[in-house]
């Protein structure tokens, strides 16, 4: 079982910076692809960036692209996303998903840290 917590969201203005972390535990995430998704009020939970094993390689949506940055420390166990020039639109739950099988199933979620931004 993998355990995760994510921390770090809160009010901001748009243009602001935030970071958003997720810490592991139960079992080491080092040998996981780890990802980030968001839902906003009313919507679908949406993909938002993912980050390979080895943090060698990330891919973000379109949405987001350029503005928001995906790393992971694999010796804390910590997956973060580095948020800047945030919009009204980012407002929504954060959540961070790990894919065991490497077969993008997501078998393990957080409980979500919510983000908003005020324009």
């Known amino acids: 079982q993998v355990q995760l917590v994510e921390s770090g969201g809160g009010l901001v203005q748009a243009g602001d910076s935030l970071r958003v972390s997720c810490a592991a535990s139960g079992r080491t995430i080092s040998s996981y692809r780890m990802g980030w998704f968001r839902q906003a009020p009313g919507k679908e939970r949406e993909f938002v960036a993912r980050i390979s094993s080895s943090g060698g390689s990330a891919r973000y949506a379109a949405s987001v692209e350029g503005r928001f940055t995906v790393s992971r420390d694999n010796a804390k166990n910590t997956v973060y996303l580095q948020m800047n020039r945030l919009k009204p639109e980012d407002t929504a739950v954060y959540y961070c998903?790990?894919?065991?099988?490497?077969?993008?199933?997501?078998?393990?979620w957080g409980q979500g840290t919510q983000v908003t931004v005020s324009s």
């Open positions: 998903a790990a894919d065991v099988n490497s077969d993008y199933s997501w078998d393990y």
